[in-house]
């Protein structure tokens, strides 16, 4: 059998353990067992010559959370990794060819809509000023003259603001280094707390006689309570997973800082969308006959698609960086070449020019679905027409299994960009052929880490708001002497804090996808590179080295 030997003799850290199959040919890399591959086989996922390898799971009789012993299907066929880099792109050649830009029609029309927008909110915002100065603008009840700052804009409600979110900022930190500390008893846990928190829902429900409601929380909460049995097994591969991905980010504290400065730029943007919406209605909303003009209402529906896409451009923007960084981690962390200095700033970069096109195209997707769904929010209407709300409800549930399916789909495609630099539709497709193939495994997987940060989110904003509450409490400020505004105060707080650690969670989920995807398409690389890591994956997930 021919020998492969890299140049310069550089080589990876063999695997601690052998992982091949007995009886199957090896290539040797410096004395060190390789797995087999024959150039002239193309392996699809999901075919196989030999139907008997068509499975799932661990091999039978192998309890899960055991390593593999005896023999069992092949070994995952790829080609020996030989640790080159692309110099364009930083990350290794096998996986990331030659950057190019893709999918450039999406990015232009992207271009095309939000210069279309900035135009129409020179006017929008031109006409906001132009009736504040005539004091014709609304103003709130209390403000009698323009831009006398509202209440809890003064600085004892910025103190009550600054306090949420210093209090979430605190919690997702210590929240973080609990979970990377204890995960497995995290995971369990918040599993534990989602199933109490579907009942309470129902019982509260049921004491309100919403019945309704109260029957959907009860079957939710003896639904997820029944998946306990099905799931616990996959609990150790998430617990490495999830302990794997928060080591990693704590070395690479810039992703964190991208994914709030993503959260900033959502915020800025979100408060400019709602300026321009004003100054629409003041342009062509007819004060006399209180009718919205069908000029209004085709600039109210563009405002919402630009703000949708725009929005999700942001998101994906962040993820793809993200995932970027964790792809370069895997590959390069432990070679030869090593990691760049700044695996993020490059990571950045790529996402904004040769991806950029791909991001448009996937986020424009989920824009569409978001527009359409608002429109049946409209053809609701008052609520009068019976069969108007019926379709409209039936549409709309319809567009939101579609939207949930697509979002899931676009987070592995947005890894593939990142990881392969390629379109969005080969992306999108390699993501399904994956997910057809290995998707129960990670459905399972994002639900139990998902858990740990919904619940983790849902503590920060409670505690965020316990601490606004607390400092009109006992500082008894001015503005809300009768208590007027301490219940918008508390729920901005509470969001506040609850969006401070999804964002965390943000992180950790780009991370969770990105390894996910490197795992299926090459977990050899993770064994030179990682070996231990890779032990303990194996030993939690024995199918990670079988071919699909």
Known sequence: MAQYNPPDQQQYPPPQQPYYPQGQQQYTYNS??????????????GLHQDPQHQYFGAPSGIPQGQPITGVVPPAYETAPYDGTVNPESGLPAKFNPRPRYNDCWAFFLFIAQLAAFVVLSGFAINKLNENRQMGSGYYPPGQQTPG???????????????????????????????TEAFPRQVIKVTFALSIIAYLAVAIYYFIRGLWMPAIFGLIFGILYASMWFFWKSRIPFATEMLRAVTSISKKYPATFALAFLGLFVQIVYSV????????????YYNQETKTTPGKLQALIVFCFFSFYWTSQVIKNIIHVTIAGVFATYYFMAGSPQGMSKSPTLASFKRACTTSIGSICFGSLIIAVIQTLRALTQILRGDGNDGIMVFIACIIDCILGCL??????????AFCQVAI???AYIPSA???????????????????????????GAIMSGVLSGLASYLYLRYAN?????????TYVIVVMAFVMGLQMLFTVGTVIDSGVATTFVCLAEDPAAL?????????????????????R
């Not at 804009?153 to 609990?178: E, R």
């Not at 064994?527 to 939690?540: G, Q, S, V, Y």
């Open 148 to 178: 006398a700052p509202l209440g809890f804009f003064s600085k004892s409600g910025l103190i009550a603001m600054l306090i949420a979110v210093l209090t979430g900022a605190v919690v997702s930190v210590l929240y973080f280094m609990l």
């Open 429 to 455: 497709r390699d993501t399904w052929n994956i997910l057809k193939d290995r998707g129960i495994v990670q459905i399972i997987n994002d639900n139990l880490i998902g858990n740990v940060w919904a619940m």
């Open 403 to 412: 939207q949930g399916m697509i979002e899931y789909v676009n987070k592995y």
């Open 477 to 485: 400020p001015s503005f809300n002497s009768n208590d007027e505004f």
């Open 420 to 422: 392969y630099g390629k």
């Open 272 to 283: 400019y969308f709602i300026t321009v919406i004003s100054g629409c209605y003041e342009m």
């Open 32 to 45: 060190q067992q390789q797995p087999a591959y024959n150039p002239n086989t193309q392996q699809q996922w």
């Open 527 to 547: 064994a030179r590179t990682k070996p231990e890591l890779f032990e303990r994956i194996r030993a939690t997930w024995p199918a990670v080295v079988q071919v």
